[in-house]
């Protein structure tokens, strides 16, 4: 892997490095914290965007059966919470 | 009709005994209605206030027929509307005047029955009882269970992604649907899915699941079965205010507890029930909760003293477990009979669906109250509470000239407050042309098109079950490169409704 791995802050961030590559025809691969990244071929992007630094409850309303959470949340810290309300 | 649906194609009309001749040589006589007594059977569906009788109803029996007549139909450019048993309830299955009225009647066999596998596969035309009837001596039933379910096809079930009243535990048709078979407006044959869960690629069963007839037509469908539940226990709880019943669904949910079922019906629907069919319910309430859990016997037993320490913490009134089938049978009556009820109170009554979150219910019930009294006519309300899916019954008299625009205009209110406190403008009805000219309440003009876009993929020609679903009828090539430039939309002479 000879390219950058970029770890976007905010949405606007990943917009605009998704605007650019796409612009510029750059195939990204996209990763969590990589856990299945051994299964099947190598994905060939020439750069990576990690997630994986995108972590938390952004809300969860308990009586609505509802959870948002930034994308590189891990299950074990969702079940986690989700536990403290039986749910 | 006080509905606009887009303008008959006045070629197709003309050409209508030559569309009939061809169609004649796909299915037998018998299958193809072409006379008015015969055509106005069908000329509605559950939303009964729009009708309109189509050009010719046909009635194919296999998959290579369907396939045939939407060839026949894509090469004539004449428009075809599915339509499974016709019991939908947003006008999904209303006719168009120029429109082949393709009916799936016949498609009535159960194809396949795979305990192993725990799942059905079957003819879009079974009704949806008819599944667990054929698994039920083997302790097995299909979970979705729409009030419907007696006479309600799967097929149509798919279509508009149908309910029930234990949908807010065991999920709506989407969650218990493995496979389809369909055919698209061009004719293609297509299979999706099959007897496994999350099948490859992208969501194509999620795509075809609630898209209300506008992109193919089922002709197979296999679901999930389940094991029928160890025990059932049932509750009926009585409030003294709309409130308390309210806060009472929000904590037992909050708390971890997912009931099979969770109703509630307002002071109105309990005394138009009682008088019915003496359910014996109390009327000293202006709420009433019918709570059911059900699974494993000691679950079921804890969860139920759970519950019932909930709505005395929150003041109930009436706390009441079924003690015996019987009594759990009763308690279900009245909630059962609320529609006839109702039905008897008022010669026409006009049952919407909208869907708001849990914690705004007292608010919405109560402000409901007053559009009720500003419109002039009565609404009774029967839901399910659980998910927050509100029916409420709109009591009018069509044959009182402006009543059912005065329903209308109720019903436009009370779903615009759904959607103004965070909700949705359908449970499980769907859109169809009762809530089409609504759609902007929810989606931007951005959001309806890219939902087009789809549609497009499907159906370019727009010819299967055009005006429902869309405010605004864009063509895909349109679509494809859309540019608004400087501030002018484009294609003025779009129909739009």
């Known amino acids: ?87 | 009709m006080t509905i606009a649906m887009p303008q008959p194609d006045t070629g197709v009309l003309a050409a209508r005994d030559r569309l009939i001749g061809e169609l004649g040589a796909i299915v037998p006589p018998d299958n193809l209605v072409t006379d008015e007594p015969g055509l106005k059977t069908y000329e509605c569906d559950g939303l009964s206030a729009y009708r309109e009788l189509p050009l010719a109803v046909v009635l194919p029996e296999t998959t290579d027929e369907v396939a045939r007549i939407l060839d026949l139909c894509q090469r004539h450019r004449v428009k075809v509307v599915p339509r499974g048993s016709g019991t939908g309830l947003s006008g999904g299955a209303l006719p168009l005047k120029d429109g082949v009225l393709l009916g799936l009647g016949k498609f009535n066999r159960i194809l396949d029955i795979d305990y192993a596998n725990r799942c059905v596969t079957v003819q879009p035309g079974v009704t949806n009882l008819a599944i667990s009837q054929a698994v039920d001596h083997r302790g097995f039933y299909y979970a979705p269970d729409p009030s419907s379910q007696l006479a309600c096809s799967i097929g149509g079930n798919v279509a508009e992604n149908s309910g029930g009243v234990h949908c807010l535990k065991y999920g709506v048709t989407t969650n218990n649907l493995l496979g389809l078979e369909i055919v698209l407006m061009s004719g293609e044959i297509v299979r999706i899915g099959g007897k496994y869960m999350d099948s490859d690629g992208y969501d194509l069963l999620g795509i075809v699941t609630g898209s209300e007839g506008l992109l193919g037509v089922i002709t197979e469908v296999t679901v999930r079965i389940l094991p029928k539940p160890a025990s059932v226990s049932t509750l009926l709880i009585g409030f003294d205010d709309l409130a308390a019943a309210g806060d009472c669904v929000a904590r037992i949910i909050a708390s971890g507890i997912i009931p099979a079922g969770l109703e509630m019906m307002d002071r109105a629907a309990v005394h138009a029930t009682e008088e019915f069919c003496k359910a014996g319910y109390p009327l000293d309430v202006e709420a009433l909760l019918i709570c059911e859990l059900d699974g494993p016997g000691p679950e079921v037993g804890e969860l139920t003293g759970r519950v019932e320490k909930i709505a005395a913490d929150l003041g109930a009134r009436t706390i009441r477990r079924a003690a015996s089938e019987q009594e759990r049978e009763r308690f279900w009556l009245g909630r059962k009979s609320a529609f006839p009820a109702v039905g008897r109170m008022s010669p026409d009554y006009y049952c919407i669906d909208g869907t708001i979150p849990r914690g705004r219910l007292a608010e919405v019930l109560t402000r409901m109250e007053g559009l009720s009294e500003r419109h002039g006519l009565g609404v009774v309300n029967v839901f399910h509470a659980g998910d927050g899916n509100l029916h409420p019954l709109i009591m009018y008299d069509i044959d009182k000239p402006g009543d059912l625009e005065k329903a209308e205009a109720l019903a436009r209110d009370i779903l615009t407050l759904c959607v103004e406190v965070g909700g949705v403008l359908s449970g499980e009805h769907g859109i169809g042309v009762e809530k089409r000219d609504l759609m902007g309440t929810m989606f931007s003009d951005e959001e309806l098109k890219q939902q087009q876009r789809v549609k497009c993929a499907f159906d370019p020609e727009g010819l299967l079950n055009p005006g429902k679903v869309f405010p605004v009828l864009h063509r895909c090539a349109e679509l494809g490169h859309m540019h608004v430039h400087r501030g002018q939309v484009p294609f003025p002479d779009l129909p739009r409704f």
């Open chain 1, 1 to 87: 892997m000879t390219g950058k791995t970029f770890r976007p802050v905010d949405e606007k961030e990943l917009a605009g490095l998704v605007a650019w590559a796409a612009a510029d025809g750059v195939p990204l691969e996209i990763i969590g914290n990589g856990s299945k990244r051994g299964l099947g071929h190598a994905i060939a992007a020439e750069h990576v965007i990690d997630m994986s630094q995108r972590t938390g409850i952004v809300d969860y309303e308990p009586a609505e059966l509802v959870l948002t959470v930034e994308a590189g949340t891990t299950l074990a810290a969702i079940e986690t919470r989700l536990g403290e309300a039986n749910q």
